[in-house]
């Protein structure tokens, strides 16, 4: 596997995969479970539905205030404040669907764009207005990107060596016939609660499908390795206050000058957020998963 993705060709694909494929320049991956016959099952969100970044703004705003005391503003000034203009200015046009820059580009990624215009796919049609659990065919899951494999059952020194979330994780993969049987079960209409990019998204659905594990605390980012990659990188920002450490993208982190010990916390912090370590993890079973969402849901009201 490499240290950012593990790319395979269509002719090594095998029903139950968990296959993802990078959006935007590598600042997002869409995620999915192979199902056979061409077809992938995949958790997305539709084109009308409102995007929920508030949570994701807050962050990033909380980092820029506390890294920039005590820091000298001709290291940190510049791009922290394009950073917290960026944030300010988003803040007005939060829930809806196009944000602007940056964020326009992660929250739309998501979407099944491909198809759709005035050149439908022949085998799906036009689904960039669909959300929740769908069906596609493998063109139009790709969007025109490459094929990845999410790998399953790494090593803890292979998990900290590799730098990007969202490409592998130490949980180990329940056999393929279960796999696919959730993922069925999920696109019959059983759902798998609201789409949201941080605690909700297409990566923790195809882990799910994988191993059955659902994270039991009310805690934020879920499963998915991306978003846990966004809290530990920010996490760290706050930490090394002289160090030059900007999150840019989900699962990305972009550092001058920066300590070691400060890359080594992030994979440190990264790891334990690692359904395959967590301790708040217990399998479910699919039918189940529904009364599970439903019983959250009444909690967080």
């Known amino acids: 596997m490499g ?8 002719d090594d694909l095998k029903p139950g995969d968990h296959i ?10 869409h995620h999915g479970i192979y199902v056979g016959d061409g077809k992938v099952i995949h958790f997305t969100r539709g084109g009308g539905q409102e995007t929920r970044t508030g949570a994701f703004l807050d962050k990033v705003e909380e980092a820029i205030h506390f890294t920039r005391e005590g820091v000298p503003e001709t290291r940190m000034g510049t791009v922290l404040g394009k950073i917290e203009e960026f944030v300010h200015f988003t803040r007005g046009g939060v829930l809806e669907a196009r944000v602007g820059s940056f964020l326009d580009k992660i929250t739309n990624i998501s979407i099944p764009n491909h198809g759709g215009g005035n050149y439908p796919c022949l085998i799906c049609g036009d689904q960039s207005n669909l959300d929740g659990v769908i069906s596609s065919c493998l063109n139009c899951f790709l969007s025109g990107g490459n094929l990845y494999l999410f790998e399953y059952g790494v090593s803890k020194a292979i998990f900290m060596a590799n730098p990007r979330g969202g490409t592998c994780t130490i949980a180990t993969s329940d056999p393929f016939d279960e796999v696919i049987s959730r993922a069925k079960f999920l696109f019959q209409g059983k759902g798998f609660g609201h789409y949201d990019l941080l605690e909700n998204n297409c990566e923790g659905f195809a882990i799910y499908c994988k191993t059955g594990l659902v994270i039991l605390s009310n805690t934020k980012f879920g499963s998915s390795g991306q978003a846990s990659s966004v809290s530990a990188a920010l996490g760290v920002l706050k930490r090394c206050r002289p160090a030059v450490m900007v999150p840019l993208t989900l699962g990305t982190v972009v550092s001058g000058g920066v300590a070691l010990v400060g ?39």
């Open 3 to 10: 240290l950012l993705s593990n790319k395979i060709s269509r």
């Open 20 to 29: 993802y494929s990078w959006r935007n320049s590598y600042t997002y991956s």
């Open 263 to 301: 890359y080594g916390t992030y994979c440190f912090v990264r790891m334990n957020s690692d359904v395959g370590v967590r301790k708040d993890v217990c399998k479910i079973l699919v039918e189940d998963l529904v009364t599970f969402y439903s019983e959250n849901n009444k909690k967080s009201t």
